[in-house]
């Protein structure tokens, strides 16, 4: 059943980010569209494997997610939120594919599926860390805070890891006008992270000490 569930769930990712830049382009000969699916898709299926075969008590908590599944209402706002900009950091490219509004060197479009295949890379670090890395905000009966890994050099690396890859997503689309839903997202995220930060000080033993030790949020030495 949980396998079956991270299958289905993958299934339905990989095709809306496939078929949503192909649409608003309007056309299959897209090869930026096409090379970015086997980046995403390969990064993310690889990740799913990995939860699988050590860590299935993680892949439970990762395929409950999204808008609906928090028991926040507010959060699940956010969710919404994000999940629309997700969605417009692949339809914008597409219509800019359409319309040649910009055109991206090629040397720009492999470095934003590289930082697509980062981003994959330093949540997969998240994951190893912590086992407690939901997809919802809570604190579950034996969860401790982790301060190891990528949790040493800042408070939210999967944030983090998920910046890396919204700022990649438009560049490997080849699309210049694509990077403003990815900014859109850094307010959003932000907005998610201090709520999350102050529920995991109340309820999590430990957090607030950590969140006094640890100042970066997501960027060292910046914020």
């Given at each position: 059943?949980?396998?079956?569930?991270?299958?289905?769930?993958?299934?339905f990712?990989f095709?809306?980010?496939?078929?949503?830049?192909?649409?608003?382009a309007g056309?299959?000969?897209?090869?930026?569209?096409w090379?970015?699916?086997?980046?995403?898709?390969?990064?993310?299926?690889?990740?799913?494997?990995?939860?699988w075969?050590?860590?299935k008590?993680?892949?439970?908590?990762r395929?409950k997610?999204?808008?609906?599944?928090?028991?926040?209402?507010?959060?699940?706002?956010?969710?919404?939120?994000?999940?629309?900009?997700?969605?417009?950091?692949?339809?914008?490219?597409?219509?800019?594919?359409?319309f040649g509004?910009?055109h991206?060197?090629?040397?720009?479009?492999?470095?934003g599926?590289?930082?697509?295949?980062?981003g994959?890379?330093?949540?997969?670090?998240?994951?190893?860390?912590?086992?407690?890395?939901?997809?919802?905000?809570?604190a579950?009966e034996?969860?401790?805070?982790?301060?190891?890994?990528?949790?040493?050099?800042?408070?939210?690396?999967?944030?983090?890891?998920?910046?890396?890859?919204?700022?990649?997503?438009?560049l490997?689309?080849?699309?210049?006008?694509?990077?403003?839903?990815?900014?859109?997202?850094?307010?959003?995220?932000?907005?998610?992270?201090?709520?999350?930060e102050?529920?995991?000080?109340?309820?999590?033993?430990?957090?607030?000490?950590?969140?006094?030790?640890?100042?970066?949020?997501?960027?060292?030495?910046?914020?």
């Amino acid at each position: 059943m949980l396998m079956a569930r991270a299958f289905a769930g993958s299934a339905f990712l990989f095709a809306v980010i496939l078929i949503v830049p192909l649409g608003a382009a309007g056309t299959w000969r897209y090869p930026e569209a096409w090379w970015l699916f086997a980046v995403f898709s390969g990064s993310a299926g690889t990740v799913t494997i990995w939860l699988w075969g050590h860590d299935k008590a993680l892949l439970q908590r990762r395929v409950k997610a999204g808008p609906g599944s928090e028991a926040d209402p507010t959060q699940n706002v956010v969710q919404t939120l994000a999940a629309a900009v997700f969605l417009a950091s692949f339809a914008v490219p597409g219509l800019d594919r359409r319309f040649g509004w910009t055109h991206v060197p090629v040397a720009v479009v492999i470095a934003g599926d590289a930082l697509v295949a980062l981003g994959f890379l330093i949540v997969f670090l998240v994951f190893r860390a912590n086992s407690f890395a939901a997809g919802t905000i809570e604190a579950a009966e034996g969860q401790a805070v982790i301060d190891t890994g990528p949790y040493a050099a800042v408070r939210h690396p999967m944030y983090a890891g998920a910046l890396v890859m919204f700022a990649g997503i438009p560049l490997a689309l080849g699309s210049w006008w694509g990077l403003l839903p990815a900014a859109v997202i850094v307010p959003v995220l932000v907005w998610r992270l201090t709520r999350e930060e102050a529920f995991l000080a109340a309820n999590l033993p430990g957090y607030a000490d950590y969140r006094t030790r640890l100042r970066w949020r997501l960027v060292p030495y910046v914020w």
